[in-house]
């Protein structure tokens, strides 16, 4: 059992999607029937913050974590499949987090040998004490749908999870979810997680997350970039690196998760853009799924600002360095974020408008931090969401022949759809 600092606390729990920790506890708001029971079967508030998190082969592995302010007895994850009695055990590891005399406990459990598409129930044990099973399926290798949530940071997250649990009610098939990153407006600050984990509750024990790191992440309260630590996420081979950027599958598509943060990482890492350029192409080389889409927080593209006439229209340092790698990688759907307006760019290659080059769409934004009037629109922009711009999520649909982004108001009103073929 290890112990760590307050500050140290405060990242996990502050980082929760991006840095394994602070998941409130689902009641299936949603789904009623698929409500988990683990609280009170183990005593009222001793369990808390139960979520999924993608593995690099979902098809075989999930990651389950939970959060308790006491430690448990043999901690672990059991798994049945559909209402079989027989049941798998994965022991859970404990960490111990103390913040101002009060230690809570973090609990990891690698839940693997999954078979391919098969439906399964989890459910927390302690000692003899069980929670109420949680549904989780293994992803079967063919089509499926993701929701996609941009920037959620917020002044007041109420905002933010009636769109959440609204996109969710429309789209029940979705078998997981991406966040585009700056889900918080401070990193470390644990209230704002709280906010934001209130309006997750119902979807993160059911299906897993796939997060991106976004630069609010990195921030502590004095707007000082930190050191994040305690990640859950799929390795990346690499000690120093590892749990900035990673990769995964889910059907037919190789998901390749980036760090945008090089330029405030540099102090630190110096030498952080070699390794993670290194990586992707490592690891692009070797997947031999149909489809490659690029997650990154910090958009490819510069947009001109309204007022600001030293600023030009052109690409960011992030798209100076990445979108050649991406031709080179034949990658066919760039996804990413942080200013906070939905723009479909169409097909880019070579920094040229061509249809041989991915498509890139900014996905907007999901909270109630806005930027009205202050950019001007792109040459490249095919699509802008309506002025003045309000909150709005996204839909990934994939099967081997054709990617299909739609986006969405929060009422349900889809303002755009885009698609990539195979040729």
Not at 208 to 213: D, G, S
Not at 380 to 392: I, M, Y
């Given at each position: 059992?290890?112990?760590?600092?307050?500050?140290?606390?405060?990242?996990?729990?502050?980082?929760?999607?991006?840095?394994?920790?602070?998941?409130?506890?689902?009641?299936?708001?949603?789904?009623?029937?698929?409500?988990?029971?683990?609280?009170?079967?183990?005593?009222?508030?001793?369990?808390?913050?139960?979520?999924?998190?993608?593995?690099?082969?979902?098809?075989?592995?999930?990651?389950?974590?939970?959060?308790?302010?006491?430690?448990?007895?043999?901690?672990?994850?059991?798994?049945?499949?559909?209402?079989?009695?027989?049941?798998?055990?994965?022991?859970?590891?404990?960490?111990?987090?103390?913040?101002?005399?009060?230690?809570?406990?973090?609990?990891?459990?690698?839940?693997?040998?999954?078979?391919?598409?098969?439906?399964?129930?989890?459910?927390?044990?302690?000692?003899?004490?069980?929670?109420?099973?949680?549904?989780?399926?293994?992803?079967?290798?063919?089509?499926?749908?993701?929701?996609?949530?941009?920037?959620?940071?917020?002044?007041?997250?109420?905002?933010?999870?009636?769109?959440?649990?609204?996109?969710?009610?429309?789209?029940?098939?979705?078998?997981f979810f991406i966040n585009m990153g700056d889900l918080v407006d401070n990193g470390e600050d644990h209230t704002q997680w709280n906010a934001w984990l209130d309006g997750m509750e119902g979807i993160i024990d059911t299906i897993p997350i796939a997060p991106l790191m976004g630069n609010h992440e990195t921030y502590d309260k004095q707007w000082q970039v930190r050191e994040p630590v305690a990640y859950a996420l799929p390795g990346n081979g690499s000690k120093e690196y590892d749990r900035r950027y990673y990769s995964f599958d889910y059907g037919p598509v190789h998901f390749l998760v980036l760090d945008t943060q090089q330029g405030e990482e540099q102090e630190r890492h110096p030498h952080i853009t070699e390794a993670q350029e290194a990586w992707f192409r490592?690891?692009?080389?070797?997947?031999?799924?149909?489809?490659?889409?690029?997650?990154?927080?910090?958009?490819?593209?510069?947009?001109?600002?309204?007022?600001?006439?030293?600023?030009?229209?052109?690409?960011?340092?992030?798209?100076?360095?990445?979108?050649?790698?991406?031709?080179?990688?034949?990658?066919?759907?760039?996804?990413?974020?942080?200013?906070?307006?939905?723009?479909?760019?169409?097909?880019?290659?070579?920094?040229?408008?061509?249809?041989?080059?991915?498509?890139?769409?900014?996905?907007?934004?999901?909270?109630?931090?806005?930027?009205?009037?202050?950019?001007?629109?792109?040459?490249?922009?095919?699509?802008?969401?309506?002025?003045?711009?309000?909150?709005?999520?996204?839909?990934?649909?994939?099967?081997?022949?054709?990617?299909?982004?739609?986006?969405?108001?929060?009422?349900?009103?889809?303002?755009?759809?885009?698609?990539?073929?195979?040729?």
């Amino acid at each position: 059992m290890q112990k760590i600092s307050r500050h140290q606390f405060l990242s996990l729990c502050a980082g929760a999607v991006v840095l394994g920790g602070g998941w409130v506890l689902a009641r299936g708001r949603i789904l009623p029937e698929l409500r988990d029971r683990t609280a009170a079967a183990l005593g009222r508030g001793r369990v808390t913050y139960l979520r999924q998190i993608v593995a690099q082969d979902n098809a075989a592995a999930r990651t389950i974590m939970w959060q308790s302010p006491a430690s448990l007895v043999a901690p672990a994850v059991e798994l049945t499949r559909g209402e079989a009695a027989e049941t798998q055990r994965f022991p859970a590891e404990e960490e111990a987090f103390t913040e101002d005399g009060v230690t809570v406990y973090l609990y990891t459990a690698q839940v693997t040998g999954l078979e391919r598409g098969a439906r399964y129930r989890y459910r927390v044990a302690a000692g003899e004490e069980r929670g109420g099973w949680t549904p989780l399926q293994a992803d079967d290798g063919g089509a499926f749908r993701a929701l996609i949530f941009p920037d959620s940071q917020s002044s007041d997250y109420a905002g933010w999870g009636e769109l959440a649990q609204m996109a969710r009610q429309r789209n029940p098939d979705a078998r997981f979810f991406i966040n585009m990153g700056d889900l918080v407006d401070n990193g470390e600050d644990h209230t704002q997680w709280n906010a934001w984990l209130d309006g997750m509750e119902g979807i993160i024990d059911t299906i897993p997350i796939a997060p991106l790191m976004g630069n609010h992440e990195t921030y502590d309260k004095q707007w000082q970039v930190r050191e994040p630590v305690a990640y859950a996420l799929p390795g990346n081979g690499s000690k120093e690196y590892d749990r900035r950027y990673y990769s995964f599958d889910y059907g037919p598509v190789h998901f390749l998760v980036l760090d945008t943060q090089q330029g405030e990482e540099q102090e630190r890492h110096p030498h952080i853009t070699e390794a993670q350029e290194a990586w992707f192409r490592s690891d692009v080389q070797r997947t031999r799924q149909p489809w490659k889409v690029v997650l990154m927080h910090k958009d490819p593209l510069q947009y001109r600002i309204h007022g600001r006439p030293e600023r030009g229209e052109g690409f960011s340092e992030e798209g100076k360095l990445w979108m050649p790698l991406f031709d080179a990688a034949g990658i066919d759907l760039v996804l990413s974020a942080h200013l906070h307006t939905y723009r479909n760019r169409g097909h880019i290659k070579g920094f040229e408008r061509s249809a041989e080059g991915p498509l890139y769409i900014l996905t907007g934004v999901a909270g109630d931090v806005r930027y009205p009037g202050l950019w001007v629109d792109y040459a490249l922009d095919e699509v802008v969401a309506p002025q003045l711009e309000t909150d709005n999520y996204l839909t990934l649909d994939a099967d081997e022949d054709m990617l299909i982004v739609r986006c969405f108001l929060p009422d349900g009103t889809q303002i755009d759809e885009a698609a990539v073929k195979k040729t």
